[in-house]
């Protein structure tokens, strides 16, 4: 995690009482229209414990595949995946364990927006703040200003066939974000409204937000 000192691996990093993790496999694993939840872990992980997601068996399937790079680990979850349902006409999610603010109405927006289109989609924000461009070196200045008129910001999940995907991973294995693969296959994926708590945790400070956003559910969801 930027401007952090722990060595331990991003997504197991504790909020609310559980692993970052967790709480994205729990919404996940909510959603009856998921028939499984693959997580793709590196083969040299060594702190994945099993029995610490007991409960979302049978439907969670765990896969040492990883790669050096997210469009790497992608592909070969992706292949894995292929192989197991041998079919590339099944839509696949695929989300950011660095995102555990995610929920199952966000999941389920994004499902039933996109539907069956053969470009998928993704979750995304339209951008409410301006934009700078900025100079290089040690003290930068502002290079120009940005129109933010139709920026959105790209989150995760994003939602695709599993062919279309994996066809637009191999030619493009160096992207950041799976839709920016599928563009360059031609293809103009759809942009579903999400909300600002689906960000990504990425600085320390994020994991208070995170705290609170996931704690105030909590507290929600036993007051119910």
Not at 3 to 16: D, N, R
Not at 26 to 40: D, G, N, R, T
Not at 143 to 166: E, S
């Amino acid at each position: 995690m930027a401007g952090g000192a722990s060595t331990m691996p991003k997504q197991y990093t504790m909020v609310a009482g559980r692993p970052m993790i967790w709480h994205c496999l729990h919404a996940l694993i909510s959603m009856p229209a998921l028939e499984q939840v693959f997580v793709v872990l590196s083969p040299n992980d060594t702190v994945w414990c099993d029995t610490h997601y007991l409960e979302f068996a049978p439907r969670l399937v765990v896969v040492r595949c990883g790669g050096a790079t997210r469009a790497q680990s992608v592909s070969n979850g992706l292949r894995y995946v292929r192989n197991a349902v041998s079919s590339d006409d099944v839509r696949v999610l695929v989300h950011d364990a660095a995102r555990p603010c995610i929920t199952p109405a966000l999941i389920e927006r994004l499902i039933n927006t996109v539907g069956d289109c053969e470009a998928g989609g993704l979750l995304a924000l339209p951008l409410a703040d301006t934009l700078k461009s900025a100079s290089g070196g040690a003290a930068p200045t502002v290079r120009v200003t940005v129109p933010r008129d139709g920026l959105w910001q790209a989150q995760t999940p994003q939602l695709f066939p599993l062919g279309v995907l994996l066809t637009a991973l191999e030619g493009a294995p160096e992207v950041t974000d799976e839709s920016s693969a599928v563009e360059a296959l031609g293809l103009s994926p759809q942009l579903v409204e999400s909300e600002s708590t689906n960000f990504k945790v990425t600085y320390p400070r994020d994991l208070a937000l995170a705290e609170l956003i996931l704690r105030s559910r909590n507290n929600l969801t036993e007051l119910a």
